[in-house]
């Protein structure tokens, strides 16, 4: 279970944006901070699609919040690329594609690795698999 708060002090590591002490959110960050949960909504999104979760969910609202999609590992090491790649898209875009590649490369391995689901398919057609209804 990892948090937005987490996930938010990670990518200021590796944007190079920890204050003195080791802080994630100062002054300097406060605009990364207020533009995460908008961002993880997305990321978390697109998460659901790729690995066919259907059910509901609720947003993240702030940075107390649990994230929404996956689980602790994909959280805390692909997520923090995905975050870092969209606030830094602007800025910096040589930095945000190098993070860009590296969350689709972790996000990429970690869909490879959810187990399947699987389901019955009704037959529609009733019969016909055996020849049954054929004139020849």
Same mark, same amino acid.
């Given at each position: 279970?990892?948090?937005?708060?987490?996930?938010?002090?990670?990518?200021?590591?590796?944007?190079? @944006?920890?204050?003195?002490?080791?802080?994630?959110?100062?002054?300097?960050?406060?605009?990364?901070?207020?533009?995460?949960?908008?961002?993880?909504?997305?990321?978390?999104?697109?998460?659901?699609?790729?690995?066919?979760?259907?059910?509901?969910?609720?947003?993240?609202?702030?940075?107390e919040d649990?994230?929404?999609?996956?689980?602790?590992?994909?959280?805390l090491a692909?997520?923090?690329?995905?975050?870092?790649?969209?606030?830094?898209?602007?800025?910096?875009?040589?930095?945000?594609?190098?993070?860009?590649?590296?969350?689709?490369?972790?996000?990429?391995?970690?869909?490879?690795?959810?187990?399947?689901?699987? @389901?019955?398919?009704?037959?529609?057609?009733?019969?016909?698999?055996?020849?049954?209804?054929?004139?020849?």
């Amino acid at each position: 279970m990892a948090y937005v708060e987490d996930v938010f002090a990670a990518a200021m590591g590796l944007m190079d @944006e920890l204050g003195l002490s080791g802080e994630a959110l100062s002054s300097d960050t406060e605009e990364y901070a207020r533009r995460t949960p908008a961002i993880i909504n997305m990321l978390s999104g697109e998460l659901r699609i790729l690995t066919g979760e259907r059910g509901d969910w609720l947003p993240v609202e702030g940075m107390e919040d649990q994230i929404p999609a996956g689980d602790a590992s994909w959280a805390l090491a692909a997520l923090p690329y995905g975050l870092a790649a969209n606030l830094l898209v602007d800025e910096n875009p040589s930095a945000a594609s190098f993070y860009e590649q590296r969350y689709e490369e972790l996000r990429a391995y970690y869909i490879s690795r959810v187990q399947a689901r699987y @389901e019955e398919i009704e037959n529609l057609y009733g019969g016909i698999e055996y020849g049954e209804f054929g004139a020849w």
